[in-house]
């Protein structure tokens, strides 16, 4: 019969630390169960006749948005710092699409989506 040393008992102990902090925060798991819905909203608009009025090229960019949103919640998840910049980046190309179209885009929602990932991202990974 073996007996634990502290060596095992502390390696035991650190890995069940890392573990809880590890853990995704609550406000992560809320922001990313809430964007679905939204994402859910974007797949939905290809199908009205207001969409393929912008332009033929409307209705898949939008879908192309709503897999690039859905990869993002999915980084977001797994709280991984790459899907911060895919985001940021997706934030940035879509405020240029809008505003060559002549629409305006509220940065209110991924202000707050930014907000809440940044202040994690010392979590991630």
């Known amino acids: 019969m073996e ?14 630390n890392e573990s ?5 925060p609550k ?7 809430l ?7 974007i ?3 290809p199908f009205s006749e207001k969409a393929w009025s912008i332009g033929f090229w409307w209705p898949p960019y939008l879908g192309f948005s709503a897999v690039i949103i859905l990869i993002c ?3 977001f998840w797994e709280m991984k710092k790459w ?11 879509n405020q240029i699409v809008m505003h060559t179209i002549g629409r305006s885009a509220t940065l209110i929602i991924p202000g707050i989506i930014l907000l809440i990932v940044l ?3 010392r979590k991630m990974t």
Do not use: P
């Open 3 to 16: 007996e634990t040393t502290n060596k095992d008992q502390d390696s035991l102990l650190k890995s069940k």
């Open 20 to 24: 809880r902090d590890r853990q995704r």
């Open 27 to 33: 406000i992560i798991t809320i922001m990313c169960a």
């Open 35 to 41: 964007y679905i819905f939204h994402v859910f909203g």
């Open 43 to 45: 797949i939905l608009v």
């Open 73 to 75: 919640i999915y980084g």
């Open 83 to 93: 899907s911060i910049m895919l985001y940021l980046a997706f934030v940035v190309v």
């Open 119 to 121: 202040s994690q991202y």
